[in-house]
Each structure stands twice: as structure tokens, then as C-alpha cells.
T-cell receptor, first 109, second 112 residues
Framework: QKEVEQDPGPLSVPEGAIVSLNCTYSNSAFQYFMWYRQYSRKGPELLMYTYSSGNKEDGRFTAQVDKSSKYISLFIRDSQPSDSATYLCAMSSGNQFYFGTGTSLTVIP | DTEVTQTPKHLVMGMTNKKSLKCEQHMGHRAMYWYKQKAKKPPELMFVYSYEKLSINESVPSRFSPECPNSSLLNLHLHALQPEDSALYLC???????????FGPGTRLTVL
């Protein structure tokens, strides 16, 4: 079983839609949870990170962590064509850092 | 300033060449990382430096040789690479080894 599971998509939505991206994980020791956005041929850009269960909001983005279910989500409200990218979840425990496989998102104008 | 810089942006090299990738951060981070990323795949960890000492080497072939001259700089020396080593090489840094990582833009490497 992989440490982190993420649906690779691709996901295609119309502009203005609410996007939900999800990851599940198996290691209950994970403490830090991150979402990165990666445009084609560029390095990953940190979008949000959380340390504990609950919600964290930043503009149009909301990160949600449910440690009891070992499930994290990223919601994007009022999606824009500029949100088209690959979204990678990542989580860490101690000196181990794991990425999901990434979800490719296209927002259609 | 949350910037990690990498040079060069692009590199084309032959299998007999020796080249180096450079990474720099001025955030006072004490952990720095090298990742390799193939197309449509997540980054794969290669090396971790913590407080300028090699902390993790993920069984990377010896044709890749990391170096951490000081707390702000990280190099990756390349020698006798293979075409399958062509990839995006990403550098990242974090405050401490277990913390959130900030990535550079990457070096696109092509081995002919």
C-alpha cells in the first residue's frame, strides 16, 4: 500500500466551479500536511500547509485535514483558468516526506 | 523572502560530460533537498542535507554527487550520466528537516 494515495485525474471543470482535490494516507504518524501547485515544466509552489486536523482558509483555497479518517482535501472556490495545473498533496513525519502522485486540473473558460 | 533559486534553468550534456547544478536559499533554512522529477510523476527524493551534513541518500547512483558548501548553498555534481537521467531536478529547503519545504523552479536536464 502506498503511503499517500491521490487520484491522478485528469479533472476538467468549467470556470467558476468549486474544485475538490483529495488524498488519503496510511501512516497515522504524519503531522504536517501540504498542498503544492505545479505548472507545467515549473517547480512545485507551496499553496497551503496545516499541522493539525481542521480547516485552513486562504483566499479561494481551503485545506481540510481529517486525521481520524486519514483524509485531506483542498477546495478551490470560483476556479479560474489560471488554476489549471497539477496539484500535489504532501505529508511528513519526522524526516520522511511523501508526495501524492498529483492531480491534473484544467479549468475551462 | 521565500525564494529558492536554481541555476542553470536548462542543461544539455553528453554522457561523458561533467556538470554541476546549483541551488541557493537565503531564508535561514537548515535543511536542503535534491529531487528528481520525471514527466507526469511526483518529485522523487534523492538527497537531504541537514545542518550542512548529508542526512539521507536515497540509494542514488554515484554519478550524482551532492555537496553542501555552506548553509545557503547546495550543489549537485553530475558525471557520466545516462539518457534516462534526463528529468527536472528540483531543489527545496525547509526550516528544519521535518518542516514544510519550499521548492526552486528546477533545472531541466537533458542527457544526450
Amino acid at each position: 500500500q502506498k503511503e499517500v494515495e491521490q487520484d491522478p485525474g485528469p479533472l476538467s471543470v468549467p470556470e467558476g466551479a468549486i474544485v475538490s482535490l483529495n488524498c488519503t494516507y496510511s501512516n497515522s504518524a504524519f503531522q504536517y500536511f501540504m498542498w503544492y501547485r505545479q505548472y507545467s515544466r515549473k517547480g512545485p509552489e507551496l499553496l497551503m500547509y496545516t499541522y493539525s486536523s481542521g480547516n485552513k482558509e486562504d483566499g479561494r483555497f481551503t485545506a481540510q485535514v481529517d486525521k481520524s479518517s486519514k483524509y485531506i482535501s483542498l477546495f478551490i472556490r470560483d476556479s479560474q483558468p489560471s488554476d489549471s495545473a497539477t496539484y500535489l498533496c504532501a505529508m511528513s513525519s519526522g524526516n520522511q516526506f511523501y508526495f501524492g502522485t498529483g492531480t491534473s486540473l484544467t479549468v475551462i473558460p | 523572502d521565500t525564494e529558492v533559486t536554481q541555476t542553470p534553468k536548462h542543461l544539455v550534456m553528453g554522457m561523458t560530460n561533467k556538470k554541476s547544478l546549483k541551488c541557493e536559499q537565503h531564508m535561514g533554512h537548515r535543511a536542503m533537498y535534491w529531487y528528481k522529477q520525471k514527466a507526469k510523476k511526483p518529485p522523487e527524493l534523492m538527497f537531504v542535507y541537514s545542518y550542512e551534513k548529508l542526512s539521507i541518500n536515497e540509494s542514488v547512483p554515484s554519478r550524482f554527487s551532492p555537496e553542501c558548501p555552506n548553509s545557503s548553498l547546495l550543489n549537485l555534481h553530475l558525471h557520466a550520466l545516462q539518457p534516462e537521467d534526463s528529468a527536472l531536478y528540483l531543489c527545496a529547503s525547509s526550516h528544519e528537516e521535518r518542516d514544510t519545504q519550499y521548492f526552486g523552479p528546477g533545472t531541466r536536464l537533458t542527457v544526450l
